[in-house]
């Protein structure tokens, strides 16, 4: 083993045997990598390419085929030998949410055999390093998303672990939090040279890493620093506008179809941001290519892992119609199908939503953005008629949801953040039985079924217990289901949460195409750049509204110049750290 690694695999295979009537699942096939000491490590790759596979052997909780030392212990010979001196922090990690936050540091100090003289300067420090010194008397299930999980990784570090394991661990979380979780982890390194290994589909994230391993189906597609990985992409990255007035994610739909042309492309900052094929030089004559200005940009990290993966997926995306050529660009008029206004909603003497006003048009892409705890989504279950409002006026598809909700919720879909159908049932059974609980019967509930399966690519997976598809086939399907009864608006609640660039692509191709036809989509997002695709966003903090607009007027309200443009990472950071600045302020002097 490598003196500087702490993590040596050598052709790891793991397979997963196979369910009744099912096929045998090869999670990993032949890895070898070699994770370096005191540094960070990053596992990048699309949905089902074995990242948490992987992590979860190299914690010993799994046994595979093949070599893997850890910390130069044998996993597979002692594997408790490993967990005595590693820390592990799974997606979905378990704090107890009826304990306080000092609780649950207590309870995982006591699991892992802290003395009480090492805990009071552990506590300390992880206490500072978080910022939850001031909330340990509060319980862990009153906390927002972004503080447990940092909460869930102060507990993880209750002990010094030599090699601390992450798996996606800013699934969720918003942009504020997701920068305070990595100024966290790179403390760390920095100051204690801890061994990190972590998984992620934010890609911006693995830039970070002083070595990433990109893996595909269970294979090792390609591993090195950073800039190994963006090679594959130098000189084939662009920047083109849309004709004015046309959002950026019309000119993105049609580049993408043009798959003879073009490997990516994605909105960015009101532009489109795109990678184009060696070929598609000056020699190109046809095509939506033509008469848009190029102006180069530098690649990322993302760039060269979308070219290794469209080299293996040239067909990605095909389930997805092309756009119509007669596609109109912005809302055909400005009939309000949602209508708020002075919302507010209240828990007790907790304000969560505080007098909250806008509206949204027929066929509008609308986002609801905020940081975790903001209101976005209580504002967001408000809207679908899933919870009552204190005060206020809320009219949804034309019917006042205070008074009649269940007439308002037969108009609208909704997909949820996590798979909400029946894992049990097949494709079709989830399709038919939902369709009937719309009203769906006959040959109407048939002829849907009908479209749908085409329209989402699931033809094949018909007859598939829907729990065991895969994570992009489960979204599918959960947008068929909630499309079956033809609504008038759909709401999408963190529906790319976890989902990886490629996955990302194609979904937002379908949100496109639905907008398109007519669809008002209401979507919450914690991936910024998803914001782009939408004709207008709020942002919420503290159950206030602090911006509404369009993506543009909210980069110009953050303070984007013609000279200075900004991603809407950037602007969302400003606008909500802007308000709380002035509302420390107010408060000093108050």
Not at 10 to 19: N, S, T
Not at 201 to 218: I, N, Q, S
Not at 225 to 247: K, M, S, Y
Request: aromatic share 6%.
């Amino acid at each position: 083993m490598s003196a500087a690694a702490v993590v040596v695999a050598r052709g790891v295979r793991k397979r997963f045997p196979a369910a009744r009537g099912g096929r045998e699942t090869v999670a990993l096939d032949g890895v070898s990598l070699e994770a370096p000491a005191g540094a960070l490590t990053a596992l990048v790759g699309p949905d089902g390419a074995g990242k948490t596979t992987l992590l979860r052997l190299v914690a010993g909780l799994m046994r595979a085929e093949g070599a893997l030392r850890v910390l130069d212990i044998d996993v597979a010979a002692d594997p408790q030998a490993v967990q005595d001196r590693i820390s592990y922090m799974p997606q979905r990690f378990g704090l107890y949410e009826d304990l306080s936050v000092q609780e649950n540091l207590d309870l995982y100090a006591d699991l892992h055999g802290v003395s009480r003289e090492q805990r009071r300067g552990r506590y300390a420090r992880l206490l500072e390093m978080t910022d939850l010194g001031r909330f340990t008397a509060r319980l862990a299930g009153k906390l927002s998303g972004g503080m447990k999980q940092k909460l869930g990784l102060a507990c993880t570090l209750v002990r010094s672990p030599e090699l601390l394991l992450l798996d996606e661990p800013t699934v969720g979380v918003d942009p504020l939090s997701r920068r305070e979780l990595w100024q966290i982890v790179q403390q760390l390194v920095d100051d204690e040279r801890l061994s990190v290994i972590v998984s992620t589909t934010y890609l911006d994230e693995a830039e970070r890493c002083a070595r990433v391993f990109v893996l595909h189906e269970g294979r090792l597609l390609a591993q090195g620093r950073p800039e190994d990985i963006r090679r594959p992409a130098h000189g084939l990255c662009f920047v083109t506008a849309p004709r004015p007035g046309e959002p950026a994610r019309l000119l993105q739909a049609r580049l993408l179809d043009d798959t003879a042309r073009i490997i990516d492309a994605v909105p960015q900052g009101g532009e489109v941001r795109v990678i184009r094929r060696p070929a598609a030089g000056e020699a190109s004559s046809q095509g939506p290519e033509q008469a848009l200005a190029w102006r180069p940009a530098e690649a990322r990290l993302e760039d060269g892992f979308m070219v290794l993966l469209r080299e293996r997926q040239p067909a990605e995306g095909a389930a997805s119609p092309p756009l119509a050529t007669t596609m109109r660009s912005a809302p055909a008029d400005n009939e309000a199908i949602i209508e708020v206004r002075d919302l507010v909603r209240k828990f007790g003497d907790f304000v969560a939503v505080d007098r909250t006003s806008f509206s949204v048009t027929k066929g509008e892409i609308f986002g609801l953005l905020g940081p975790n705890g903001a209101g976005k989504t209580t504002t967001f279950r408000m809207l679908c008629g899933l919870l009552p409002a204190s005060s206020g006026f809320l009219r949804v598809a034309g019917v006042d949801l205070r008074t009649a909700p269940a007439r308002a919720r037969r108009r609208v879909g909704y997909v949820s953040q996590r798979f909400a159908l029946y894992g049990n049932l097949s494709v079709m059974e989830n399709l038919t039985f939902f369709g009937s609980a719309y009203g769906l019967h006959g040959e109407r509930l048939r002829a849907r079924i009908g479209v749908v399966l085409a329209q989402f690519g699931l033809e094949t997976q018909a007859q598939e217990a829907s729990g065991r598809l895969p994570g992009g086939y489960r979204q599918r399907l959960a947008m068929a289901v909630a499309l079956l009864h033809e609504p008038d608006i759909l709401f999408l609640d963190e529906p790319t949460s976890g989902a990886d660039a490629l996955a990302r692509r194609e979904f937002w191709r379908r949100i496109t195409t639905l907008a398109a036809g007519g669809t008002t989509i209401v979507v919450t997002t914690h991936f910024m750049e998803e914001a782009e695709y939408c004709d207008r966003i709020v942002i919420q903090d503290a159950g206030r509204l602090l911006a509404l607009g369009t993506p543009e007027q909210v980069r110009r309200q953050a303070g984007e110049t013609d000279a200075r443009r900004l991603n809407m990472e950037e602007a969302f950071i400003g606008i909500v750290e802007h308000s709380r600045r002035r509302e420390g302020e107010a408060e000093a002097v108050a």
